[in-house]
């Protein structure tokens, strides 16, 4: 599993000129780890949410798969997320989440449709 981040990666704003950044993170817990990755996860939910272009992120758990976790994450502009993988608590949690992940994440990126609500 991948733990490198590189800005190109990720796509570019909307071709279409909606405001904002937005993505969902789908995380699977190895058997066993569930809680202990929910604790990790949670670690970096206010110090996100404190950041100048964080507009919302949620940690959500699948009430179906318990070991299933998905961000719902929403940004300012790419330029903001960027940001946000640049911060030392993020870099870190992409290297101390390795044990507890079952395979790689998977993530969605999406553009907000009309005015963003927060």
Not at 71 to 87: G, I, P, Q, S
């Amino acid at each position: 599993m991948s733990t490198r981040v590189v800005d190109s990666q990720f796509p570019q704003a909307s071709p279409w000129g909606a405001q904002g950044y937005a993505l969902i993170v789908k995380l699977h817990a190895v058997a066993g780890m569930e809680n202990a990755l929910e604790r990790l996860l949670m670690s970096v939910v206010e110090p996100t949410r404190a950041e100048p272009g964080c507009v919302f992120y949620q940690l959500n758990r699948d009430i179906v798969n318990p070991g299933i976790f998905h961000f719902y994450e929403v940004y300012k502009n790419r330029d903001a997320f960027l940001a946000h993988l640049a911060t030392p608590y993020i870099r870190t949690l992409l290297i101390a989440l390795q044990p507890y992940l079952a395979m790689d994440n998977e993530m969605v990126f999406l553009s907000p449709c009309g005015a963003m609500h927060a």
